[in-house]
């Protein structure tokens, strides 16, 4: 029997863990869109979570899992922004110092929403060399526990109470969209997904520009990804040792998508649904409508919003460019 960084009771350990914290994100429907993609769509609003994004599940299952001996020498990471601020909140609230590596070129918003949860932020320059070799030069320096941003079992036990609330919130889904960057998010969602209903379908989703798992998926073979340049700045990384194996054995496929899908699916998310989310959570709204129209093995899907930290000014850039025609 195959095993994996997490199983079902884990997962459902996690959610008992997390509940005080995190917020239960509601399930949207959009009738355009569901024209659009020629079938029903059900949205994982997860941009509604605390912090902004799903990552917090993740890390608060981490922060929480903790000894009190371990915790009182707080945590440590390093990311580009959401997996930053989630732990830095996490840690704020069992009152320990979250301390958190970022690339140089982080998201000017969410380098302040870590600061303002107390996080203390170090930088580094943009790339994983940097990233790993400084958060473990912070670790030596401060014996915080290194919390991977998706590498982990905690986190990925964490991040599968997406889809126990999923399964709850919708009756009769057959698929789950979701997007793809170090896989932490899809190998918990897939996990309990697959304990709860065998059948379900789960997709993954990332730009076309950074298709390193859709390539490992294809080939058998994990790929690095290749630094190319993308708006879904969450989705740049490579899969994980502990993620790859669950991507590989258990999702039955990875699709990918173009910027100009990216930005066109953000923008009918916001004049259609009323919402905002980040580009990194447009892809699954992008396939569903694009790449993955054209098959017929499922009807009722669920899409993760995966989160809805963007800069305003990317924001109004964005829908100013002629790469983001106004939707009809």
């Given at each position: 029997m195959r095993t994996f960084a997490a199983n079902l009771a884990d997962i459902q350990t996690a959610a008992r863990r997390i509940a005080p914290w995190i917020h239960t994100t509601p399930v949207l429907c959009c009738r355009h869109l569901d024209s659009r993609a020629g079938r029903s769509l059900h949205f994982k609003c997860e941009n509604f979570q605390r912090t902004g994004s799903f990552k917090f599940r993740g890390a608060s299952n981490a922060v929480w899992s903790l000894s009190d001996e371990d915790a009182a020498r707080g945590v440590a990471t390093h990311s580009s922004g959401n997996h930053a601020q989630a732990l830095a909140c996490a840690a704020q609230l069992r009152g320990i110092a979250a301390h958190?590596?970022?690339?140089s070129d982080s998201s000017r918003t969410k380098r302040a929403a870590v600061e303002s949860y107390g996080g203390r932020v170090i930088d580094c320059e943009p790339n994983l060399t940097s990233r790993a070799s400084t958060a473990t030069r912070v670790c030596a320096e401060t014996g915080a526990?290194?919390?991977?941003?998706?590498?982990?079992?905690?986190?990925?036990?964490?991040?599968?109470?997406?889809?126990?609330?999923?399964?709850?919130?919708?009756?009769?889904?057959?698929?789950?969209i979701v997007p793809v960057g170090g896989g932490g998010m899809i190998s918990g969602i897939t996990i309990a997904a697959r304990a709860l209903r065998p059948g379900i379908k789960i997709i993954g989703v990332?730009?076309?520009?950074?298709?390193?798992?859709?390539?490992?998926?294809?080939?058998?073979?994990?790929?690095?990804?290749?630094?190319?340049?993308?708006?879904?700045?969450?989705?740049?990384?490579?899969?994980?040792d502990l993620t790859?194996?669950?991507?590989?054995?258990?999702?039955?496929?990875?699709?990918?998508?173009?910027?100009?899908?990216?930005?066109?699916?953000?923008?009918?998310?916001?004049?259609?649904?009323?919402?905002?989310?980040?580009?990194?959570?447009?892809?699954?709204?992008?396939?569903?409508?694009?790449?993955?129209?054209?098959?017929?093995?499922?009807q009722r899907a669920g899409v993760i919003l995966c989160g809805g930290n963007i800069d305003a000014e990317l924001l109004a850039q964005l829908f100013a460019t002629n790469l983001c025609p106004r939707t009809n």
């Open positions: 958190v590596v970022m690339p526990t290194f919390i991977a941003p998706y590498d982990h079992p905690a986190v990925i036990a964490g991040q599968g109470t997406i889809a126990m609330e999923l399964l709850e919130q919708v009756a009769d889904l057959d698929a789950i990332e730009p076309l520009a950074v298709g390193d798992a859709a390539q490992s998926k294809r080939l058998g073979i994990r790929q690095s990804a290749t630094g190319g340049v993308t708006l879904a700045d969450g989705l740049r990384t490579s899969l994980g790859w194996p669950v991507v590989r054995d258990l999702v039955d496929s990875v699709v990918t998508v173009s910027e100009d899908e990216i930005v066109h699916a953000l923008r009918l998310v916001y004049e259609r649904m009323k919402v905002v989310i980040e580009p990194s959570a447009a892809v699954g709204v992008a396939a569903a409508i694009g790449p993955l129209r054209e098959r017929d093995d499922f």
